[in-house]
């Protein structure tokens, strides 16, 4: 079971790009890297699944070196709305879904 | 297409008490999960299910109970309330790995 480590909180201001980065030094051959985001009395929401180096969709990007210990989710041009929650998430397809959401990143941008 | 949806949205219990919380879905995944989130804690997982008449521990399955009699629906039980289960509980139902769709939570306070 991969740990994920990741910064409690982060200050932004509007129209600037956030870079939020999750640790995990045990992540095995078969996990993969997904991120989640989740606004206060809301469950969260999938933001963006990777494996290795970069996957982009139109919401986020996330880069993923070489040697997997890291990842970080890059998120353009933030606006108040992007003011959330972020978990970190690795695990694989395998079939013992026992997987642990940390208790992630809160984003707060400023007008 | 409603997704994910949770019933019911808040509930009172006293201790010693039983409810069951129901989960459904109309996106035909396999996959469903029971979480519980503490004020400013991450999501932990109760139990899970990967088909229709499975069920699997999660992190925290203590004092819980499951059953997916039908693949569209998830139920969670709690037989006997106690105050350390006042939480939020959320429902999600996914494919496979950890793209998963979240309900939008049941308030449960225990006194």
């Known amino acids: 079971l991969a740990k994920t480590t990741q910064p409690i909180s982060m200050d932004s201001y509007e129209g600037q790009e956030v870079n939020i980065t999750c640790s995990h030094n045990n992540i095995a051959t078969n996990d993969y890297i997904t991120w989640y985001q989740q606004f206060p009395s809301q469950g969260p929401r999938f933001i963006i699944q990777?494996?290795?180096t970069k996957v982009t969709n139109e919401v986020a990007s996330l880069f993923i070196p070489a040697d997997r210990k890291s990842s970080t989710l890059s998120l353009p041009r933030v606006s108040l709305s992007d003011t959330a929650v972020y978990y970190c998430l690795v695990g694989s397809y395998n079939y013992g879904q026992n997987f642990v959401f940390g208790p992630g990143t809160r984003l707060s941008v400023l007008p | 297409n409603a997704g994910v949806t949770q019933t019911p949205k808040f509930r009172v219990l006293k201790t010693g008490q039983s409810m069951t919380l129901l989960c459904a879905q109309d996106?035909?995944?396999?996959?469903m999960y029971w979480y519980r989130q503490d004020p400013g804690m991450g999501l932990r997982l109760i139990h899970y299910?990967?088909?229709?008449?499975?069920?699997a521990k999660g992190e925290v399955p203590d004092g819980y109970n499951v059953s997916r009699l039908k693949k569209q629906n998830f139920l969670l039980g709690l037989e006997s309330a106690a105050p350390s289960q006042t939480s939020v509980y959320f429902c999600a139902a996914g494919l496979a790995g950890y793209e998963q769709y979240f309900g939008p939570g049941t308030r449960l306070t225990v006194t």
């Open positions: 996106m035909n995944h396999e996959y």
């Open positions: 990777g494996y290795k």
């Open positions: 299910s990967v088909g229709e008449g499975t069920t």
